[in-house]
């Protein structure tokens, strides 16, 4: 009977630790890579939106900045957070599951983009071209709908919204380039950068 009651727990034990997941973890690597990612690409739409608007003048030195800067900047940012983060591997089936939902979107962007950018060059159509943003946008508030139902945290719910939103308004402002960029760059600061830092104080907290 003793011995049945050992393996009784021994099973839930083992069952736990399948399911469980150290959110700690997950949370700190994606939020850094979200915070690096939307910080830096937000703030190039930002700028390019300042540009379109005639808010900043516009010079070519100025736009080279702008164009290449942002990636000079992100390529070694990115390179450290993987870096830290490489010996995080342990996550629970939960974590897997977010971060599957999150790669599996990843790689439809890239399908997608050639779908819609085929059809944008035959078209000879930036409007075209300009909804596959909106898309990703899409996509990114449907990973974060599935993130909610996931762990149930209420500004996962909000920040689904933030993604769902900033999409339909830059679809409304298609016609006009400096509007669109700059629903898009505001849409990288406040659901990519803003959740990436909710996400690494959160971890620090529960570190």
């Not at 974590?95 to 050639?114: D, E, P, S």
Request: charged fraction near 10%.
């Amino acid at each position: 009977m003793i011995a049945d009651a050992q393996s009784a727990r021994d099973d839930l034990a083992y069952l736990k630790s399948l399911v469980g997941d150290d959110e700690a973890l997950d949370t700190r690597a994606l939020g850094e890579g979200y915070f690096v990612s939307g910080l830096i690409y937000g703030g190039q739409m930002l700028l390019q939106a300042a540009q379109a608007l005639g808010w900043i003048p516009q010079s070519p030195l100025l736009g080279l900045l702008i164009g290449l800067g942002p990636t000079v900047l992100f390529i070694p940012a990115i390179v450290f957070v993987v870096w830290r983060n490489k010996r995080n591997r342990k996550t629970g089936v939960i974590g897997r599951a977010i971060g599957a939902v999150f790669g599996a979107i990843g790689v439809a962007n890239i399908f997608l983009a050639l779908v819609i950018g085929m059809i944008a060059l035959r078209e000879k159509s930036l409007s075209t071209w300009l909804i596959f943003p909106c898309c990703v946008f899409v996509l990114q508030g449907a990973a974060w709908l599935f993130t909610y139902a996931m762990r149930r945290r209420a500004w996962f719910l909000f920040i689904a919204a933030g993604w769902l939103g900033f999409a339909i308004a830059m679809a409304l402002s298609v016609t006009s380039t400096g509007y669109y960029v700059l629903f898009g760059g505001a849409g990288l600061w406040l659901c990519l950068a803003l959740p990436g830092w909710i996400m690494m104080r959160h971890a620090r907290q529960t570190a």
